[in-house]
Nanobody
Framework: QVQLVESGGGLVQAGGSLRLSCAAS????????MGWFRQAPGKEREWVAS????????YYADSVKGRFTISRDNAENTVYLQMDRLKPEDTAVYYC????????????????WGQGTQVTVSS
């Protein structure tokens, strides 16, 4: 399993930006497709974005499309989530996750998870 550690969360005003990072260790990072998920208080965890092993394919949830950008640096074993034009409804704990093999957005395909980082967007 690959170990994942997120960082970059915080408090931001609506309309602002944050960039989340997820550092991976323990296995060959480029063997894994990566994803970001989020969980708001009282809600189920939801998928946000996914990226293929080489960054060539990216998928986004409709709720973040055009505002969030997922990217990765395999040399640095890191995946990023650039979040722009943030809204109060983006407030959640954000998790990165790794799936061995091809790109996916199915939560059950992700076998390694980080501990999460809190993002709070004030109105």
């Amino acid at each position: 399993q690959v170990q994942l550690v997120e960082s970059g969360g915080g408090l931001v005003q609506a309309g602002g930006s944050l960039r989340l990072s997820c550092a991976a260790s323990g296995r060959t990072f480029s063997n894994y497709a990566m994803g970001w998920f989020r969980q708001a208080p009282g809600k189920e965890r939801e998928w946000v974005a996914s990226i293929s092993w080489n960054g060539g394919i990216k998928y986004y949830a409709d709720s973040v499309k055009g505002r969030f950008t997922i990217s990765r640096d395999n040399a640095e074993n890191t995946v990023y989530l650039q979040m722009d034009r943030l809204k109060p409804e983006d407030t959640a704990v954000y998790y990165c996750a790794a799936s061995f093999g091809g790109i996916t957005f199915t939560e059950g395909d992700f076998r390694s998870w980080g501990q999460g980082t809190q993002v709070t967007v004030s109105s």
